[in-house]
């Protein structure tokens, strides 16, 4: 099976060649400086239409400051579905494409692999405004997309259409959007867009490439559930280099001598560290057993002989994981369907295939020596 990231599209987006006055998105202004393209739409009256839908909480509008939330970033493109402009971009060009959206604006596009995990967001920022009616300790979602202005017009549509609540855009009009991510404090990354998920992770951001699965398991609409593989997504790649540079025995030695030295972090340890500080705040008002967002460790580890490390940083970063999955090379795609999370993250093509093939919504974390090495049937007990 071979995916192609939920750029059901290929090549570049339809914005990304047409402007040779494009920059890299670096900006000097703060968010709340912004103007233009990135925009926090919510109390602006536009022009002409209605007025957009905000937020609201006891007191009035309700907008947490980017460095206050936990910020997703979530591309146009994982957030729905854009094959059809897709294609009349490749076969058209930019005019015609700009065109075509304006011209079809009325229309919403139909949901993509990222929708039912915003969709949990925002089933659990409900309940923390429950707890907490003044706390700004939510996730925040920012639409991102190399896109032009002109096209936000129905991207707004789409969003009340799902009564999705997304006040913040960045719309690049085909500049590169990582320089803006880190104004806005994003705690998480998610695009079509093989590269622009590298250059993220390479800024130092939780960034992930996601895939469509062709069938799609249901999930559930109460609780947000996140699944994680180990190493090179929560834990540094130390050990997968061990296992690809001297095979699976002295993989094995690596870690019994090791495993009262911690890992080092990987590129998602801070996302999950995000959710536990969300955990945490549904703990303290006696919703443990209850949460809304659960997280899970699935790991083709195997327990006794290399699965005492991996739970013994996990505790010494003051993380809990509320199930952990050690596989011992078994298939990760059957562990995944009975879990059913809203996204899994996995820095294995292999696993993220075998993800997809049963119905779950997968994502790529580009990071590692895995992306020098094709996976090997049978080889696979490190990660």
């Not at 099976?1 to 339809?14: A, T």
């Not at 905000?54 to 957030?79: C, D, M, Q, Y």
């Not at 095979?247 to 560290?273: A, I, Q, S």
């Not at 010494?316 to 298939?331: H, V």
Request: aromatic share 10%; charged share 25%; proline share 6%.
């Amino acid at each position: 099976m071979s995916l192609d990231p939920v750029k059901v599209m290929k090549g570049q987006d339809p914005m990304a060649l047409s402007s040779p006055l494009a920059s890299n998105g670096d900006s000097k202004a703060s968010w709340e400086e912004s103007e233009g393209f990135c925009d926090g739409l919510g109390p602006k009256k536009p022009k002409s239409g209605p007025v957009r839908r905000a937020r609201k909480v006891e007191g009035g509008i309700f907008f947490p400051k980017p460095e206050n939330a936990v910020t997703i970033a979530v591309s146009s493109r994982v957030l729905f579905r854009t094959e059809k402009e897709q294609k009349v971009f490749e076969e058209k060009g930019v005019e015609e494409y700009i065109k075509y959206q304006m011209e079809h604006e009325n229309e919403p596009f139909a949901p993509g692999p990222a929708f039912p995990f915003v969709k949990a967001l925002e089933t659990v920022n409900a309940r923390l405004r429950e707890l907490y009616p003044d706390s700004e300790e939510l996730f925040d979602i920012v639409l991102v997309t190399y896109n032009h202005a002109h096209v936000g017009v129905r991207l707004i549509n789409t969003i009340n259409h799902h009564n999705l609540f997304i006040e913040r855009f960045c719309m690049t009009g085909g500049s590169s959007p990582i320089g803006y991510l880190k104004a806005w404090h994003t705690n998480l990354y998610l695009s079509a867009d093989a590269e622009k998920v590298q250059e993220a992770l390479a800024q130092g951001i939780a960034a992930a490439t996601m895939f469509m699965p062709e069938k799609q398991i249901e999930v559930s609409e109460t609780q947000l559930r996140v699944a994680f593989d180990g190493d090179a997504v929560l834990f540094s790649d130390e050990s997968e280099r061990i296992f690809k540079a001297h095979g699976l025995d002295k993989f094995f030695e690596h870690e019994r001598e090791n495993e009262n030295t911690l890992l080092d972090h990987g590129p998602l340890k801070g996302f999950l560290e995000a959710l536990g500080k969300l955990q945490k705040k549904f703990y303290a008002k006696g919703h443990r057993l209850d949460c809304p967002i659960r997280t899970y460790l699935v790991t083709a580890r195997s327990a006794a002989s290399s699965g005492i490390r991996a739970l013994k940083t996990l505790r010494a970063w003051g993380l809990e994981i509320d199930e952990a999955l050690f596989l011992a090379g078994a298939p990760k795609g059957p562990m995944l369907e009975k879990i059913r999370p809203h996204i899994y993250f996995d820095d294995q093509m292999f696993h993220v295939e075998g993800a997809v093939e049963m119905g779950t919504i997968a994502a790529h974390v580009p990071y590692g020596i895995a992306q020098k090495y094709p996976h090997k049937k049978g080889t696979n007990f490190a990660k």
